[in-house]
């Protein structure tokens, strides 16, 4: 069984296969650590989640898995500048030291990321390294230099330029992305890190220092060119750094095909001389009616509101695995009510398969070795859970666990153990016994009903049974007792 995957390089489904023997390298694009990341962010972490798990738990590959966070770009400068008392206690220091404030957002930031990762189930563990953008200063300049003594680089009022004109004479720009060739700007420079497609120009390298600005000194050809790094360079600076190019698989959100990654391409290519990766996977959008989730358009949630609202973060895990990585997800509560539903009803199964088989049933082996391969099989179809899903559930439904023998259930437990290294949303184990309090009043009104119904005086046992539920407990009765429980 092989993995195969959409690779936007070549824009099939390819078959995967690691390029130096083993381990995988995969890098991902990590978050820019200046604000809370919204659950469209996420999306973009669960997928290379998945992705590590299916290559380590089905395909049996030992993974080296880097992640980058970007402590370094415009926009925490941006909020860095206003300060806030929960990551500046010392607003003294503004002033003084601009590369701590920015150091200070983005370690906030980044703590608050890590541990919102966390919740939804990636084991900080898994990673090889989550390097920051800001301990690879040395690394960065290096390649600046390495680029601009190749002749793909200029410097330009203290900044420098990545020379697409000359560069597009020796390989092609737009390889994970059409670019209408009339939409090159020859010559124009640009500065921010962001742009549009009809904006293709000369991009930043290495930012002029500003002032107020973080800042670090940068040596090229016998000048200081002190100044910050774009944020392209970062990721082409780090995924080398951190893992030697070219790497097995780089993930990211689509909005990164352009600029970020068509750039780092280009940049690693001009600068190092080698290619970045052999495949490159890009997760579509989680949108909110019609439109992607962002923090611009305000249209977003962070995954503490999920968590005011009383959801639970797996449910939300979940969810993200019932679409294809590379389909968009549309986002609603309602979406996030029937996942959970989805997810406990494996995990009512789950608790199923630990009682013990009732000796009068007729008991059967069945099919769990089959199960399995056809799991998996859609796992490594380019990681399509949600075909996985529904080949469990046509299992469970077609196979009732007390239908099932002590051989078969013990099969089984050992599959979801297996899968559940993958989704990681499941407990394996027996269904924990749940103790409900019930308050003293319910209790007397329960008993109150109970008489009331012996007495054959059904309103006053229905009135009592309206209040009882107005509690939030429902009474259940057999024909000589009644029990109380949780609505
Ligand atoms: P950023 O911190 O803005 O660099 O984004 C981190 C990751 O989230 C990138 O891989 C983006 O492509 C991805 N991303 C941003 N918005 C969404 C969204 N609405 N749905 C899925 N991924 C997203
Ligand atoms: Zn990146």
Known sequence: MQLHLYNTLTRKNEPFAPLNGEPVRIYSCGPTVYNYAHI????????????????????????????????????????????????????????????SNAAKLALHYERE??????????????????????????????????????????????????????????????????????????????????????????????????????????????????????????????????????????????????PHHEDEIAQSKAGYGVETSAFWCHNEFLEVEGTKMSKSKGNFFILRDLLDKGIDPLDFRFAMMSVQYNYVFNFTFFGLESARKARFRIQDYIYDLHETPSETAELKSSYVVELRTEVFAELLNDLHTPKALERVFAYINAHPASGLDQQTRTQLIAFFTELNGIFDVWEIGERPVVTIEIPDDVRELAEQRWQAKKNRDFAAADALRARISERGFVILDTKDAYSIEKA
């Open 40 to 99: 469209g962010n996420m999306r973009a972490f669960l997928f290379p989640d998945l992705l590590q798990r299916v290559l380590r738990v089905v395909c049996g590959y030992p993974v080296k898995w880097v992640m980058n966070i970007t402590d370094i770009e415009d926009k925490i400068i941006r909020d860095s500048a206003i300060g806030s008392s929960e990551w500046l206690p010392a607003m003294g220091e503004q002033a003084d030291n601009p590369n």
């Open 113 to 258: 990321f890590l541990n919102d990762i966390t919740t939804i189930g990636i084991k900080t563990s898994d990673f090889y390294a989550i390097p920051r953008a800001t301990d690879f200063i040395d690394a960065i300049t290096d390649l600046v230099r390495k680029i601009v003594e190749n002749g793909y680089g200029y410097v330009s009022e203290g900044s420098v330029y990545f020379n697409l004109n000359e560069w597009r004479k020796a390989a092609k720009y737009g390889q994970l992305f059409t670019i209408d060739t009339e939409n090159f700007r020859a010559g124009v420079r640009i500065d921010a890190d962001e742009y549009e497609r009809d904006q293709v120009s000369d991009f930043v390298l290495w930012k002029a220092h500003k002032e107020g600005e973080p800042s670090w000194d940068f040596e090229l050809s016998g000048k200081n060119l002190r100044g910050r790094p774009g944020w392209h360079i970062e990721c082409s600076a780090m995924g080398h750094a951190s893992l030697g190019l070219p790497f097995d698989i780089h993930t990211g959100g689509v909005d990164l095909r352009f």
